[in-house]
């Protein structure tokens, strides 16, 4: 009988390594221990390509490796997510969604991968999100990516998300109670509010958003909305009491002041392209603009006596107002020109905001002293009610495409959803 020492051992143990092998992963110098051989690998494939989750939810992927001759062979993957705090994955593809948003999910073996795409919603409907503010909200804007967004109302509150809503920062940024926000990039934007209040986004030597005020403004009214010509992110508009229209040619940095005939309270403002803007203001005045707001005219005789509160064109031929007891006027081709006509979304809403989401368009308000979302999909022709959640009126509302919107209104109350606002 031959004894083996420690030392021999380790010397054939050495050996043993130093031999050129295909195996995946050895432990050790057992003889028990069977080495894994991987072949070549021509492809990985993914299914399903793409899933939708909603926050909390499992869903699996399965992945195919085959050989060069497209024959599927048994393998293990490594499993990784492009964003791991959206979705998460497990060594068996298993992903669990954690937030909303999107993530890229890819199984990789032997050098080669696949790709497959997961999107997160929160929840059907609109859900409540958690503002941490009692203040009353007025005035909200998002992003493209539909992350990142502000609101803003009384007391100077500034808030701020870069998840979606999901979590949001404060700041008091001013004295005077705020109305409005407009974002023409991630880091430029401004906001308007009482006392001739404008504020403009700038950013720290530390990178982080800041607020100063505008460098020139002239003016005492209180401002209701601000907008910036989306052809032109230098060119913007803000409208308030006494029918005051702000223009800025510098990105907000030096406004302009006029007023429109009659002096009427302006309350909305909104523009396609860089020259034709509509705003919308009390006892239904409706003022517009075909020449980068130069000059304004008034739309007569008025097709109604109730106060508007809020305007969108989302091209040069539609837009859509809203105001008090549902009164909902949208424009219609005339034979030379565009023209109003006034529609209605029920007597019983009291609307503050509308806003559109690609083609379809959303209004915001009250019925009874509790929030109320409407959808409309045939441009403001007709609106159906949906369930707001909210026992606060909502001031505002706003979607970055077909899918994602916020709300907001009175006591801190935000409302989202990712679904066009459908259970």
Same mark, same amino acid.
């Given at each position: 009988? @031959? ?5 021999? $051992? ?30 070549p690998i021509s @492809? ?31 393998v293990s993957f ?7 705090? %959206? ?16 993530? !890229?999910?890819?199984?990789? +073996? ?34 493209p990516d539909a ?13 701020? &998300? ?5 979590? #949001? =920062? ?13 974002? #023409? ?16 986004? +700038?950013? &720290? ?10 460098? &020139?403004?002239? *003016? ?7 907008? $910036? ?27 302009? @002041? ?21 705003? %919308?203001?009390?006892?239904? +005045? ?12 008034? %739309? ?7 106060? !508007? @509160?809020?305007? #969108? ?23 030379? =020109?565009? *023209? ?7 007597? =019983?809403?009291?609307?503050?905001? %509308? ?18 979302? !409407? ?14 959640? =909210? ?33």
């Amino acid at each position: 009988m @031959k004894t083996v020492t420690h030392i021999q $051992f380790a010397v054939r143990c050495g050996l043993a390594a130093l031999a050129p092998v295909l195996v995946v992963l050895a432990t050790g110098c057992s003889t028990s221990t069977r080495p894994r051989i991987i072949p070549p690998i021509s @492809k990985v494939e993914i299914q399903p390509e793409t899933d939708t989750l909603q926050v909390g939810q499992l869903g699996t992927f399965t992945a195919t490796a085959f050989d060069t001759n497209l024959v599927a062979v048994q393998v293990s993957f490594l499993w990784t997510s492009s964003d791991p705090l %959206v979705a998460s994955v497990n060594t068996i593809g298993q992903v669990q969604a954690h937030a909303e948003g999107s993530a !890229l999910i890819v199984a990789e +073996v032997g050098g080669q991968s696949d790709t497959a795409l997961v999107a997160v919603y929160p929840d059907t409907g609109w859900i409540v999100q958690t503002s941490n503010a009692l203040e009353d909200l007025h005035g909200v804007c998002f992003r493209p990516d539909a992350r990142t967004g502000w609101a803003v109302g009384d007391a100077g509150l500034i808030l701020s &998300t870069t998840d979606a809503g999901a979590t #949001w =920062s404060r700041r008091i940024a001013s004295t005077f109670g705020l109305h409005a926000v407009w974002f #023409w990039s991630d880091v430029e934007g401004c906001v308007v509010g009482n006392s001739g209040t404008v504020l403009r986004s +700038v950013l &720290t030597p530390q990178g982080a958003l800041d607020w100063v005020r505008a460098d &020139t403004v002239n *003016a005492s009214q209180n401002l209701y909305d601000v907008t $910036f010509a989306r052809g032109d992110s230098l060119v913007g508009f803000a409208v308030g009491a006494n029918g005051v229209i702000l223009r800025s040619i510098n990105a907000g940095r030096r406004w302009e @002041k006029q007023f429109i005939p009659g002096g009427q309270n302006l309350r909305g403002v909104s523009f396609a392209g860089d020259l034709d803007g509509w705003a %919308v203001g009390d006892n239904g +005045v409706i003022a517009g603009t075909h020449d980068r707001g130069l000059t304004w005219f008034v %739309v007569q005789p008025a097709i109604t006596t109730q106060g !508007l @509160k809020s305007v #969108w064109r989302p091209n040069l031929l539609r837009a859509a107002a809203v105001g008090a007891l549902g009164v909902a006027p949208i424009t219609v081709a005339g034979p030379d =020109s565009i *023209a109003w006509s006034l529609g209605n979304a029920g007597a =019983s809403f009291g609307l503050e905001g %509308v806003a559109f989401g690609d083609s379809v368009a959303f209004a915001v308000g009250d019925i009874g002293g509790a929030g109320a979302i !409407l959808r409309s999909d045939d441009f403001g022709a007709s609106w159906a009610p949906q369930t707001a959640r =909210s026992q606060y009126p909502l001031n505002d509302v706003y979607f970055v495409d077909l899918v994602h919107g916020w709300a907001v209104g009175n006591n801190g109350t935000i409302r989202h959803t990712a679904r066009g606002g459908r259970q």
